[in-house]
């Protein structure tokens, strides 16, 4: 199971929100590039980078952070937030972003989605954010009627890297991972599905490896790492399978 460290951006600076809320981010580092390297020191294989300001703004508002953070560190980036068109797509993949995640233009654009995974097949990944069981857009804040499943299950055959399903109401609260609902949709839906939102300690990622489903593909961990109550080199043993997994309830 891949651990995706977090780094979202606002201003420029290393940021987490809680439940998707711009005016309760905290700012645990203002060097962002330094935080990615921190990340790659502690042995991680992925970043997870999002643009906040980009996604409620609807375009790309921390290019330069982004691109210093690619500049700086080996790893390959998944990148979010305010990609709403190919060209955004087509101009950060062309700039070394290994993915980029595709939330509100999934929903609203499904053949913008359909045409970049085309274009560019392992490389897009649709983003589910997620409040009340239901896909929200444009930073969170418009909800609608669309199920993370439904959502899934329009995209299953075009070729798309993953699924990430973000629980919003859990995110940045370390209140415990949704498994259950992860659990759910990576049954129904034939996609590698991240999970996102709510991990608090070593458990819940105990918890995802433990539910045995081979396409939980890894999971996004943010302010549990800032706050320190997950041990990086433990939690990337449970992940890589060095260290046991408790059995799942």
Known sequence: MILYPAIDLKNGHCVRLARGEMASATVYNPDPVAQALAFERLGFSWLHCVDLDGAFAGRSANAGAVQAIRAATKLPIQLGGGIRDLAAIEWWLSRGIARVILGTAALKSPALVAEAARRFPGR????????AGKVAVEGWGEASEV????????????GVAALLFTDVEKDGLLGGV????????????????IASGGVGGIEDIEALVAADVPNIEGVVIGRALYDGRIDAVSALEVANGVRSAKPAP
């Open 124 to 131: 897009i990944v649709v983003g589910a954010d997620t409040r």
């Open 147 to 158: 199920t993370p499943v439904e959502l899934g299950r329009r995209f299953e055959d075009l």
């Open 178 to 193: 949704n498994v259950a609902a992860t659990r759910a949709l990576a049954e129904a839906v034939p996609l590698p599905v």
